[in-house]
């Protein structure tokens, strides 16, 4: 494109004569004045909530508030700009800020680190079902139109010192413009931001770059070489006359509280768990709104109020107290990775070429995870840990996280794009993907019921919730401060055996009637501990669900 547009010669003498002419100040400008205009939508909608529009005081609210926002970005963006850099550096924005409106309005997305964070690790298959039509409209006029103007506009040379000194006065300029609208804005402005923070992760393209700048400094301030050890006094006392351990830990992907038949659900979403004999936990909190951190979050000593990601990302996980403890762990994948998680212990994924009925188009349906479970068990390893990472419901595209035969709640959402279905298609796709989970978790519970040289058990838990439309709000990701429970409530199940009540001296009786009370995922990090005997520093009795029922 650059190419195309520097070729002057080979475009007409009368078409270039209209080919405006435009300093990088001005273009930068008119850029930045764009973003407050147009890419901003979710941020004008936030903070003119109550706002009259008839009314000469909402106008000159808005005009301070636009002031501000282009002023802000503008003084940052002219410290880049030059006569070459320019228009690259302004085409990179225009992407960014295209993409980020469309999320940030489509699905009510928020770009904080934690979202950037997400961004960075999604796969392409991942990436691939956000690609709609609907998006690549979006770019193609919010995107490719302008990068199309921008090219076509002239810049012309200028010596470097008269440039210096026209940056100088337009940077001097741009700050008393902004300190002046800052002063007549702080009024309504300031307690604005004391009362809706998350505001400033609709600041489009500026809550992207900053949050982008934060993720990338702390993975430069915190990445050691190796994880710091955690538990590494970690023993385990198996008796000759006790059958070996085996639990199997089900990950869940995206599955909500709210639409889990256990739960007193309107809707029969799990009929098949409903006559196993499991413990199902009705008061569930995440420990965040995403993968990227409840996942690791699940798996350390820490819980979401004493949250701390440094020390998440530097140390071991309860994968690796389980292994110095010398219990045989494996981590099977269906997802998008564990996270840093499984770094220490044995891993796979699951192989499509493996399961052809099971897999299409790279993707398996979480029977596969199940298959390759039962391939895996072997009778005499030892005490031993499986974790499945499902798929699950993880959205957009609900209706392809299930079988044909599981269509049973229609008329459903056959789209990435749910801005094309109605609320309620979106929640019989999403009920459907239950549905079929629960045929998933009751096939392992019934294949671990039938091991006769294990005392066996499974543990099933939600790494975070889904927003379905609810005040306008869809998938997950939300800041947790202001995330609704629609995403942070989460189910969760455990099922054991016979004999593993019997090893461990658990009453099945006392762990349901303790079953209402509020749980967290900071739970399960010293469940599985107390579940495997596992005597170590780390372990702390009190966030054992199971220990008063011993």
Same mark, same amino acid.
């Given at each position: 494109?650059?190419?195309?547009?520097?070729?002057?010669?080979? &475009?007409?003498?009368?078409?270039?004569?209209?080919?405006? $002419?435009?300093?990088?100040?001005? *273009?930068?400008?008119?850029?930045?004045?764009?973003?407050?205009?147009?890419?901003?939508?979710?941020?004008?909608?936030?903070?003119?909530?109550?706002?009259? *529009?008839?009314?000469? %005081?909402?106008?000159?609210?808005?005009?301070?508030?636009?002031?501000?926002?282009?002023?802000?970005?503008?003084? /940052?963006?002219?410290?880049?700009?030059? +006569?070459?850099?320019?228009?690259?550096?302004?085409?990179?924005?225009?992407?960014?800020?295209?993409?980020?409106?469309?999320?940030? !309005?489509?699905?009510?997305?928020?770009?904080?680190?934690?979202?950037?964070?997400? &961004?960075?690790?999604?796969?392409?298959?991942?990436?691939?079902?956000?690609?709609?039509?609907?998006?690549?409209?979006?770019?193609?006029?919010?995107?490719? =139109?302008?990068? =199309?103007?921008?090219?076509?506009?002239?810049?012309?040379?200028?010596? @470097?010192?008269?440039?210096?000194?026209?940056?100088?006065?337009? #940077?001097?300029?741009?700050?008393? =413009?902004?300190?002046?609208?800052?002063?007549?804005?702080?009024?309504?402005?300031?307690?604005?931001?004391?009362?809706?923070?998350?505001? $400033?992760?609709?600041?489009?393209?500026?809550?992207?770059?900053?949050?982008?700048?934060?993720?990338?400094?702390?993975?430069?301030?915190?990445?050691?070489?190796?994880?710091?050890?955690? !538990?590494?006094?970690?023993?385990?006392?198996?008796?000759?006359?006790?059958?070996?351990?085996?639990?199997? #830990?089900?990950?869940?992907?995206?599955?909500?509280?709210?639409?889990?038949? #256990?739960?007193?659900?309107?809707?029969?979403?799990?009929?098949?768990?409903?006559?196993?004999?499991?413990?199902?936990?009705?008061?569930?909190?995440? @420990?965040?709104?995403?993968?990227?951190?409840?996942?690791?979050?699940?798996?350390?000593?820490?819980?979401?109020?004493?949250?701390?990601?440094?020390?998440?990302?530097?140390?071991?996980?309860?994968?690796?107290?389980?292994?110095?403890?010398?219990?045989?762990?494996?981590?099977?994948?269906?997802?998008?990775?564990?996270?840093?998680?499984?770094?220490?212990?044995?891993?796979?994924?699951?192989?499509?070429?493996?399961?052809?009925?099971? @897999?299409?188009?790279?993707?398996?349906?979480?029977?596969?995870?199940?298959?390759?479970?039962?391939?895996?068990?072997?009778?005499?390893?030892?005490?031993?840990?499986? /974790?499945?990472?499902?798929?699950?419901?993880?959205?957009?595209?609900?209706?392809?996280?299930?079988?044909?035969?599981? $269509?049973?709640?229609?008329?459903?959402?056959?789209?990435?794009?749910?801005?094309? @279905?109605?609320? +309620?298609?979106?929640?019989?796709?999403?009920?459907?993907?239950? =549905?079929?989970?629960?045929?998933?978790?009751?096939?392992?519970?019934?294949?671990?019921?039938?091991?006769? %040289?294990?005392?066996?058990?499974?543990?099933?838990?939600? %790494?975070? !919730?889904?927003?379905?439309?609810?005040?306008?709000?869809?998938?997950?990701?939300?800041?947790?401060?202001?995330?609704?429970?629609?995403?942070?409530?989460?189910?969760?199940?455990?099922?054991?055996?016979?004999?593993?009540?019997?090893?461990?001296?658990?009453?099945?009786?006392?762990?349901?009637? +303790?079953? %209402?009370?509020?749980?967290?995922?900071?739970?399960?990090?010293?469940?599985?501990?107390?579940?495997?005997?596992?005597?170590?520093?780390?372990?702390?009795?009190?966030?054992?669900?199971?220990?008063?029922? $011993?």
């Amino acid at each position: 494109m650059m190419f195309f547009f520097s070729q002057c010669r080979q &475009v007409p003498g009368f078409v270039r004569q209209y080919r405006p $002419r435009l300093l990088p100040e001005h *273009l930068t400008l008119i850029v930045t004045l764009a973003f407050t205009l147009f890419y901003n939508q979710p941020f004008w909608h936030g903070a003119l909530v109550g706002q009259r *529009l008839d009314s000469p %005081d909402t106008w000159a609210l808005i005009a301070g508030y636009a002031t501000v926002l282009t002023s802000v970005q503008y003084v /940052v963006f002219l410290f880049f700009v030059s +006569q070459w850099t320019v228009k690259p550096l302004l085409a990179l924005l225009i992407v960014l800020a295209a993409a980020v409106s469309y999320f940030t !309005g489509h699905y009510g997305t928020y770009f904080d680190t934690t979202m950037i964070t997400n &961004v960075l690790q999604t796969d392409t298959q991942e990436a691939r079902e956000l690609f709609t039509n609907s998006f690549l409209l979006h770019m193609a006029i919010f995107a490719l =139109l302008p990068i =199309l103007l921008l090219f076509w506009v002239r810049v012309p040379a200028s010596s @470097c010192r008269r440039a210096i000194l026209r940056r100088a006065g337009h #940077l001097s300029f741009s700050v008393l =413009l902004l300190f002046a609208s800052l002063f007549l804005t702080y009024q309504s402005l300031s307690p604005l931001m004391r009362t809706q923070p998350e505001l $400033r992760y609709l600041v489009t393209p500026g809550n992207a770059i900053v949050s982008l700048e934060r993720v990338f400094t702390f993975r430069e301030k915190i990445s050691p070489q190796e994880r710091l050890p955690l !538990g590494e006094d970690a023993s385990t006392l198996t008796r000759e006359d006790q059958k070996p351990a085996l639990l199997v #830990l089900v990950v869940g992907e995206t599955v909500r509280a709210a639409n889990w038949g #256990l739960n007193g659900y309107s809707r029969p979403t799990t009929p098949e768990l409903a006559k196993r004999n499991v413990i199902n936990y009705s008061d569930v909190s995440s @420990c965040g709104t995403s993968t990227a951190v409840s996942v690791p979050c699940m798996f350390s000593p820490l819980g979401r109020d004493d949250y701390d990601e440094a020390y998440i990302q530097q140390h071991e996980s309860l994968l690796d107290v389980l292994t110095h403890a010398g219990i045989n762990v494996l981590w099977l994948d269906n997802q998008s990775g564990c996270k840093g998680v499984c770094d220490g212990v044995a891993s796979d994924s699951i192989s499509p070429d493996d399961y052809p009925a099971l @897999c299409e188009d790279g993707r398996c349906f979480d029977q596969a995870l199940a298959e390759e479970l039962k391939k895996r068990v072997k009778p005499g390893r030892g005490d031993t840990v499986v /974790v499945l990472h499902e798929l699950g419901n993880h959205g957009p595209s609900y209706y392809q996280r299930y079988p044909a035969q599981f $269509r049973r709640f229609t008329p459903t959402c056959e789209s990435a794009d749910l801005g094309q @279905c109605a609320q +309620q298609e979106i929640i019989n796709s999403y009920d459907n993907a239950i =549905l079929y989970n629960d045929r998933v978790l009751s096939n392992i519970t019934d294949f671990l019921g039938r091991q006769k %040289d294990f005392a066996a058990s499974m543990i099933y838990l939600s %790494d975070h !919730g889904e927003s379905l439309g609810e005040k306008g709000l869809y998938l997950h990701g939300l800041p947790y401060a202001i995330a609704p429970d629609e995403q942070t409530q989460v189910p969760m199940i455990w099922w054991l055996s016979d004999a593993m009540r019997q090893r461990t001296g658990l009453d099945a009786t006392c762990l349901r009637q +303790q079953a %209402d009370q509020p749980r967290s995922q900071a739970n399960l990090f010293h469940t599985v501990l107390g579940l495997m005997d596992v005597t170590t520093t780390v372990y702390q009795p009190a966030q054992d669900i199971g220990r008063a029922c $011993r």
